[in-house]
Structure formats: C-alpha cells, structure tokens
C-alpha cells in the first residue's frame, strides 16, 4: 500500500491572505488576489497545505476591520495547518531579523516560515526587499511569482 505524498507547506502571510480582500482597480492588486485565490484553491485540494501559526493570530486579531477579521479567522481555521515550531528558536531568530530592520511582526512570519521550511508568499514589496538583503534561509515571493514556480494552474 503506498503512502499519500505529503501536500507541501506554504506560508502566505496577513497581507497575501488579505489581498483578495484588497480594491482590485489596479491590475497588480488584481492579479495578485487572482494568485492568492489559486493558491487557496490547491489547499482546499489538498495539494498544498497553508502553515499557520500564532503569528497569523496575533496579527488577525489586532486586525481593526470586524468584517475582514472575522474572514480571515474564517479562513484560517478551515484551511489552515498549523504547524509545529521551538518557541525559542522563533523568537531567537525573529530578534534576529528585527535587528536587521524587519518589523516584529514580518520578523515572526519569517521565522517562523524558516524554522518550518515552508515557502514563504507576501505581497509586501518592502519585505520582500528586506528578505533579500537579510538572506532568508527559504524560498519567498510574491503570489504570483509562487504560482509560476509551482506551476499552479
């Protein structure tokens, strides 16, 4: 009998998680929340899976819209999976980060998508410049870029 091959693990932060959420007059906005969309669709699939973890709870609760909090919960809870993490480690590593400038709450994404070794997805264009500087020790993006290197259709 074999084995179900393991979905593999995606990190998309708040702000990728809250793009479909976003105005979509501008066509990056638009093609983003499009490439959040898809990605979503192939968790629902199982053929990822979306890591999840406190700091995407710390942050959708300090979220001051009611209507995009409570989607948010929503769609973590139905589609999340929560991964497993050394506290320690965390916020050894996500110190780290913000003292090479990332705010404490990108720096805990971060972290926390390294120690899990997931894919990392923002739509944050300054984090993503500041994840290149600092040498994020997994692969990260933008949603669409995710979407071309995984293919996803």
Not at 24 to 52: F, G, K, P, Y
Request: aromatic share 4%; glycine share 4%; hydrophobic share 40%.
């Amino acid at each position: 009998m074999a084995t179900a091959k393991k979905p593999k693990l995606v990190y998309l932060d708040v702000c990728a998680l809250n793009r479909p959420l976003d105005d979509q007059s501008q066509m990056r906005v638009r093609l983003e929340a499009d490439a959040v969309s898809l990605i979503l669709s192939h968790v629902r699939t199982c053929s990822l899976a979306m890591a999840v973890t406190p700091a995407h709870d710390i942050e959708i609760a300090a979220n001051p819209d009611p209507s995009r909090r409570s989607h948010l919960q929503l769609l973590r809870q139905e589609l999340g999976s929560p991964i497993p993490f050394d506290p320690a480690a965390a916020r050894q590593r996500a110190q780290n980060l913000v003292a090479l400038g990332l705010s404490a709450a990108d720096a805990a994404h971060v972290a926390l998508a390294e120690q899990a070794g997931c894919d990392f997805v923002t739509c944050d264009d300054r984090l993503l410049r500041q994840c290149r500087r600092v040498g994020v020790g997994v692969w990260f993006g933008s949603p669409t870029t995710y979407c071309d290197k995984e293919d996803l259709t």
